[in-house]
Every structure is written in C-alpha cells, then in structure tokens.
C-alpha cells in the first residue's frame, strides 16, 4: 500500500514540525485553528484532554533559550507528557558526544518527541533522519535557518487583530539575514495571502536571495514602514555575525522602533517582537510596552500554539475537531 511521507501536501496529519515550508497551508490552517482550542472562555490556556498521557517530551537546547523552552516545557506539561529537559551545558556533549548519539541515546528511552534547538542550519532534518520512526521531531530553531513555531504564534497573533490577512502590510525590521523567525514568518506570511511584505535593514543585514522570495527591500525606515499596519523587529544576533562588525549605537540611530518612527506606518500599527529584546537597540521602551505592542501576548500564544503541534502529532484525528 503507498504511505504518505511525514509532512505529505495532502496529509493534515504531522509527523515531524521542522519547517513551514515543508506543511501545507491546509495544516497550517488546521494548527491556527487548533491553537484556539487551547484557550478557555476567560482566555486562559488549558487543555480541554490529556493529549499527550503516557507520551514523553525531551526537549535538547544547544543554544541559550528563555521563551522557547519554557513554553515547550509548559505545552506539553498542560497536555499532560512527561518532561525531560536536558541540561546540555552538564550532558556528555561537552564531552565531545556527537549530536547524533546524543539524539539517538535520548530517543532509546522511548522519548515520543524530541524538541531541538541548535546552531546549526538543517539540525533538526539531521534529528529527525537519526531517530526511528517513533518519535517526533520539533525544530525549536535551527541556525539561521527556520522556527516554526514562532511563526505559528506569529500568525496565530496577527490573526486575533486583523480578521483578514491577506490584506496586511508588513514590515520585518532588523537583522533578517541571520533571523530563523524572518525566514519562517515570510513563508508563513505567504502561505496565508499576505503580498506586502517588506525587508527593512541595512544592505549588509538584508540576505540577497530576499527579493527572490517576492519579498520588499528597504535600506530606510521612513519609506520601509510607510503604511504599514505590523511591524516585526528583530534583534541583532551578534552571536552570528561572525566578522561582521555592527555598532548597536549605529543602527538604533537609523533603525531604531520607536514611538516618533511608528509615525511612518499606521496609525493602528502593531508591533510585534519574538525576543528577547535588545532595549534602545532595535525597539525603545515606551513602544515595547505601549499600546502598539503585541510581545507579551506572542508569549502567552507560544504555549498554545506548541500546545497545537504536539496534540496533532499525537492525535492527528484532532485536525477534524477544527
Ligand atoms: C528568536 C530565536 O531564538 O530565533 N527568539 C525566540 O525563539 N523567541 C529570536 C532571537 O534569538 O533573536
């Protein structure tokens, strides 16, 4: 009988999370809407079922985490997994293990799904061809790569402010050319009809394949947020960079979120962050906790949006419920 592959365009169901590139914008859809399902009448997050009962989530950070880990840690504690968090500052890494034993000994303990974060690009593919076919793999963000799941909560988000977002104009401000989250929010973006996405940053933090993705240029803030009705800043990931040289001083001059530049874009402008900020960097403080902001509200949705992913792995039957 033919079997369909893990992220099949026609299979709704998901076996590995690993980019948005590799989920059709019908499971995409699927997991905005399941998103939901992890949110009582008053708006707090809970899990209607014990999803994930008997099932076990590790989750290995090779890079430093705040948001992330603590919300994959809390999703799958809601669904009611048991949790391992390895501690690879202390694990056998440091002891010159590769990444695949240290996968495919973590995966021997029977763990159902395996979240990765790692400096490298394409980590997770390499995770997800070590284990066996019983366990899941979540790309927690891979290098400069792809993190999917920022851009579910991303969209999950937009989607609680605009009731259409096909229409929406949206600028990414920063350092797109090392950002995961850029790369996977404009996929995401695209998948669900947006046309104006824009790349605002210097030439030298703009990747030059940007274009062909039928995403916007823009060197200047002014033209670069005109009208605009989200902003998406972005850190400078100086970690990254390696000999690029970028001041902070510098670029806050010119780049800078701040409330005298949302002027440019409109009136009703969200702005949106994944963390963790560089304050007076990339945003100033009278933005990321104004009005416009929507970061808090981006955390509080990255635990139900890892919420989703996890229960549709394990139980794809609940795409029907959506
Ligand atoms: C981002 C990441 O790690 O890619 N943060 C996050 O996951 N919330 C963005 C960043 O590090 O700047």
Same mark, same amino acid.
């Not at 919300?71 to 809601?78: C, D, G, Q, R, T």
């Not at 996929?187 to 274009?211: C, F, H, M, N, Y």
């Not at 001083?249 to 402008?269: P, S």
């Given at each position: ?182 790369? &996977?929010? $404009?996929?995401?973006?695209? =998948?669900? +009809? *947006?046309?104006?996405?824009? @790349? %605002?940053?210097?030439? !030298?933090?703009? #990747? ?84 416009? &902001?929507? $970061?808090?509200?981006?955390? =509080?949705? +990255? *635990?139900?949006?890892?919420? @989703? %992913?996890?229960?549709? !792995?394990?139980? #794809? ?6």
């Amino acid at each position: 009988m033919p079997t369909l592959s893990p992220n099949h365009p026609t299979n709704h169901s998901l076996h590995h999370f690993l980019n948005i590139e590799a989920i059709s914008t019908k499971t995409l859809e699927t997991l905005l809407k399941l998103t939901k399902h992890f949110f009582d009448s008053n708006g707090r997050i809970y899990s209607p079922k014990p999803y994930l009962q008997g099932k076990i989530v590790a989750n290995l950070f090779f890079e430093p985490s705040t948001r992330t880990l603590s919300s994959f840690e809390l999703a799958a504690k809601h669904l009611s997994a048991t949790v391992l968090t390895l501690n690879v500052a202390t694990s056998s890494t440091k002891k010159g293990e590769s990444l695949a034993d240290t996968v495919r000994t973590i995966a021997a303990m029977q763990c159902d799904f395996i979240i990765v974060r790692h400096a490298d690009d394409g980590a997770a593919e390499f995770v997800a061809r070590e284990v066996g076919a019983h366990t899941s793999v979540i790309n927690a963000g891979d290098g400069c790569h792809a993190h999917p799941t920022q851009a579910l909560l991303d969209m999950f988000t937009l989607q609680q402010h605009f009731h259409d977002l096909s229409k929406l104009r949206v600028a990414i401000v920063g350092d797109i050319l090392h950002s995961r989250v850029a790369r &996977s929010d $404009i996929t995401a973006l695209q =998948k669900l +009809g *947006v046309r104006d996405i824009r @790349a %605002v940053a210097p030439s !030298i933090l703009l #990747p030059t394949e940007i274009e062909k993705l039928g995403v916007s240029t823009y060197t200047d803030l002014a033209s670069g947020l005109k009208d605009v009705d989200v902003i998406i800043t972005l850190r400078l990931q100086h970690e990254r960079m390696h000999s690029l040289n970028i001041v902070p001083a510098d670029y806050a001059q010119q780049y800078c979120i701040t409330n005298d530049t949302l002027r440019y874009a409109h009136k009703d402008v969200k702005v949106m962050h994944p963390g963790p900020m560089n304050r007076g960097v990339e945003i100033a403080d009278d933005v990321a906790d104004g009005p416009h &902001s929507l $970061i808090l509200e981006q955390v =509080k949705n +990255g *635990v139900a949006a890892r919420m @989703a %992913v996890l229960a549709l !792995i394990a139980k #794809p039957e609940l795409g029907l419920l959506t």
